[in-house]
């Protein structure tokens, strides 16, 4: 009776990434012998209709426990994933399924909650992130706007403040020149009014003066009709005094006639003498009254000299006052005119003061509208600075709320980053759970540009890829020419379109071991032409896994220097084997009549290859150089008849050794990629002579290499027959429980390849079978 273990993972959907690849966990069947065998999946899992699957892979099913179930029970992904389990050899079968679905439900359950949390960071993520553009767009544009609003604010008060700058000298000068023409125009009113004193004054002085004229000219007239009178007296006098001369004469003659009549009359004299006394008494009246007349004259003269004098006097006065009445009439005449020119200035400066009043009001009206204008625009500022204040604020709390959106990013960029550590390992403890030999399938395009499969009789396709309900891109269905199909699962099928870099990404993890220490082997298996070679190198443009995986080391490496202090040597090492010969692909070689012999030191857990070239590898330009001198090599031992790429096993090895300063700690890991020779059947080949030979050998370490497989998977084999064959043995240290293994299987998508494709097929499904121990780094430390 058979006892069945079955242990099967349902993809842990986890991350909705593509390590659901990587977690099918494939049939395992003992007998009772305990030998394992592949059991092929049923039939019900192959007619689940797909939608139905696809939705099983996707979400939890209500029934399913949520992680949260198990943390109320304490449980940690940490304790979750470090969980060992335990399983006894008295276990029925039926417990230790019961114990292994119960740590798949829990691993299952903390894949989706890892999966939600992830998708919630991410979701938040991406909210904080578009948050974070948002607010950080919007803050620019504020800023950008704010910043032209004050430019603008800020121009137009410059442009405001210098036109109340010209406004306000206008003003000053239109003030100042208003009081100076107020003070001209009050020193006009005050010259004016003592020009208008001054007129009265000298109107006055001139009435008087007119009246003094008068007065004078009245004097004057009485002074010519005094001196008409006087002239008329004097004439008079003249008459008088010519009356009196003639007089005196007729009384000198008359006394001459008196004295001879004296004489006579002396005679008569002293008769006479009585009449003598008597005329001598009349004689000196006579006398008297002519020298009365004369004083009376001399006194009219004296009047009349004082009166010509006095006339010379009040003509000369009359004259003066006459000139002074001209010089008054011409100083009230030029007064007049000054008056009149100052009225006139006056006038002028009246109404230029009327118009500078205007203007001055005009101005205040405009210094008031600009005091109005400056006190909005400074109103405006003060509002523009309250806002750019506010905007500050704004982007102050802005900033804090960005810096606190980038603390949350980080965080929650560290937290994606720790879930993708506790993804990767749970990826690994699922690997560990599966094993570690990994199967993928490669299906070539049937040309570079004809991705479609051939198709058999009956127009059926040689390959199909079934969608499997548990993870999408494991399965292959082949047709052979006779129509029968055969089902394989792998951990992924990459199918004609599959590029490069998709396979690489796949593969990337398990090269990313090869820095931390672990020994990693990947095989390109399939019949010729199926496209290992381009797997594994590639061509140019196009590159295969050894470039990437090179670059991706050393990328890596650099990152590790750089970031925790390791430093990693690095060096390569290219051989072929043929016809189970070994040959080197860098170097010359051994001496002739050596072979390369292989050698492994347990201890120092490393294998050399006599005489093979090893070369320090500084970047991947120096590989790229390298793989280019091998192929060269290749192409050498190449001949017409003889293609050594489909006729020999291509090993590219890199061993990588990482030492960290700060605790002498050493990692040597390596890197095997191998281009295995085409694995098509001796009798399929129909070779003969030396190709037969070839196909002898190729078949033999082919066949070894399934071998030791199948023999590390078998946990009561006591014996790994490495030594079978050359590969093997050379790849001893790589091949087992230490390390990790990959075996891509390539095939051709042609009606005419398919028999030779279901053989690789079934041994790649052997290998996927085979379960083999946990991968031990190679750690140790500086003494
Ligand atoms: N995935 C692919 N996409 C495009 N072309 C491919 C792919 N795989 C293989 N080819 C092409 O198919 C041809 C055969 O491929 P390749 O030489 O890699 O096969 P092989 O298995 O290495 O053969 P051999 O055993 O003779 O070395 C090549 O021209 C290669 O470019």
Redesign the pocket.
């Known amino acids: 009776m058979d006892v069945v273990r079955v242990l099967r993972l349902r993809p842990l959907d986890v991350l909705g990434q593509t390590v659901q690849t990587d977690t099918d966990f494939s049939l395992g069947v003992k007998d009772v012998n305990g030998r394992k065998r592949k059991e092929a999946p049923s039939a019900a899992q192959l007619q689940a209709p797909a939608a139905k699957r696809a939705a099983i892979a996707r979400e939890p099913s209500q029934e399913d426990a949520t992680w949260e179930d198990f943390a109320a029970q304490g449980d940690t992904a940490l304790h979750c994933l470090g969980h060992k389990l335990s399983l006894k050899k008295r276990d029925t079968a039926a417990a230790i399924r019961d114990l292994t679905l119960a740590y798949i439900k829990r691993l299952r359950a903390l894949g989706w909650h890892l999966h939600a949390q992830c998708e919630r960071l991410q979701a938040e993520n991406r909210t904080l992130e578009s948050a974070r553009r948002a607010e950080s767009e919007a803050r620019t544009a504020d800023k950008a706007a704010l910043l032209d609003k004050l430019a603008c604010l800020s121009a137009q008060t410059e442009s405001l403040k210098e036109s109340l700058e010209a406004a306000e000298t206008a003003s000053n000068e239109a003030i100042s020149t208003k009081e100076a023409l107020q003070s001209k125009l009050l020193q006009a009113g005050t010259t004016e009014r003592d020009l208008r004193s001054k007129c009265g004054l000298l109107e006055a002085q001139a009435t008087a003066t007119a009246s003094q004229l008068q007065e004078v000219q009245q004097q004057v007239a009485r002074a010519d009709e005094l001196h008409q009178q006087a002239t008329k007296y004097c004439a008079q006098l003249q008459e008088f005094n010519g009356r009196l001369q003639s007089d005196s004469q007729a009384a000198t003659e008359r006394l001459k006639t008196l004295q001879e009549e004296r004489a006579v009359s002396m005679e008569e004299a002293a008769t006479l003498r009585g009449t003598l006394s008597a005329i001598q008494t009349q004689l000196a009246a006579a006398q008297s009254a002519a020298e009365a007349s004369e004083a009376a004259r001399q006194r009219s003269s004296a009047d009349a000299a004082s009166l010509q004098a006095e006339l010379q006097q009040v003509r000369t006065e009359r004259a003066s006052l006459a000139e002074a009445l001209a010089a008054a009439s011409g100083e009230l005449a030029r007064y007049r005119e000054a008056t009149g020119r100052s009225l006139e200035t006056l006038e002028a400066e009246r109404s230029s003061a009327a118009a500078l009043a205007t203007r001055s009001k005009a101005q205040a009206e405009m210094n008031t509208g600009l005091a109005d204008q400056l006190a909005f625009a400074e109103e405006a500022r003060r509002v523009a600075e309250e806002l750019a204040k506010a905007r500050l604020a704004e982007c102050t709390a802005l900033k804090k709320r960005l810096a606190a959106a980038e603390k949350a990013q980080t965080a929650a960029e560290r937290r994606a980053a720790e879930g993708e550590l506790v993804r990767r390992k749970l990826h690994n403890t699922i690997l560990t759970l599966k094993g570690n030999i990994r199967v993928f399938c490669?299906v070539?395009?049937v040309a570079?540009d004809k991705m479609a499969v051939e198709t058999v009789k009956g127009g059926q396709p040689v390959m199909l890829f079934p969608q499997s309900g548990e993870v999408p891109d494991t399965a292959l269905e082949l047709t052979a020419l006779n129509g029968a199909k055969s089902s394989f699962t792998f951990d992924k099928v990459f199918g004609?379109a599959a590029t490069q870099a998709e396979v690489f990404e796949e593969v990337s993890q398990l090269v990313q071991s090869a820095l931390d220490g672990y020994k990693v082997c990947i095989f390109a298996y399939?019949q010729?032409?199926?496209?290992?070679?381009?797997?594994t190198l590639g061509?140019p443009g196009n590159v295969g896994l050894i470039p990437r995986a090179v670059e991706q080391l050393f990328t890596s490496a650099t990152s590790l220097e750089a970031s925790q202090g390791w430093t990693f040597q690095m060096k390569a090492s290219m051989l072929e084997v043929y016809n189970e010969d070994i040959r080197d692909l860098l170097g010359k070689g051994p001496p002739a009549g050596k072979k390369h012999v292989v050698s492994h030191d347990e201890k120092a857990g490393c294998t050399t290859v006599s005489h093979l070239e090893t070369v320090d590898c500084k970047d991947p330009a120096s590989v790229a150089a390298l793989l280019e001198r091998a192929a060269r090599q290749r192409a050498v031992g190449a001949t017409a008849s003889n293609?050594r790429?489909?006729r020999s096993h291509m090993v590219f090895t890199l061993s990588v050794r990482g030492t960290r300063s700060s605790d002498g700690q050493q990692l040597n890991g390596v890197l095997n990629l191998i281009?295995l020779?085409?694995s098509e059947r001796l009798k399929a080949s129909g070779a003969s002579g030396e190709r037969l030979k070839e196909t002898q050998a190729i078949n033999k370490s082919l066949s070894a290499l399934g071998d030791v497989i199948t023999s590390l998977g078998n946990k009561d084999a006591t014996h790994i027959p490495y030594r079978n064959s050359k590969l093997t043995w050379l790849l001893q240290p790589c091949l087992g429980g230490d390390a990790k293994m990959l075996m891509v299987v390539?095939v051709a998508p042609l009606a005419e390849a398919a028999a030779e494709s279901l053989c690789s097929l079934r041994f790649a499904a052997k290998v996927n079978a085979t379960h083999i121990g946990t991968a031990r780094r190679a750690v140790s430390y500086a003494k």
């Open positions: 490669r070539r395009p570079a004609p399939g010729t032409g199926s496209g290992k070679t381009f797997t061509m293609e790429s489909s281009d020779a085409g390539n």
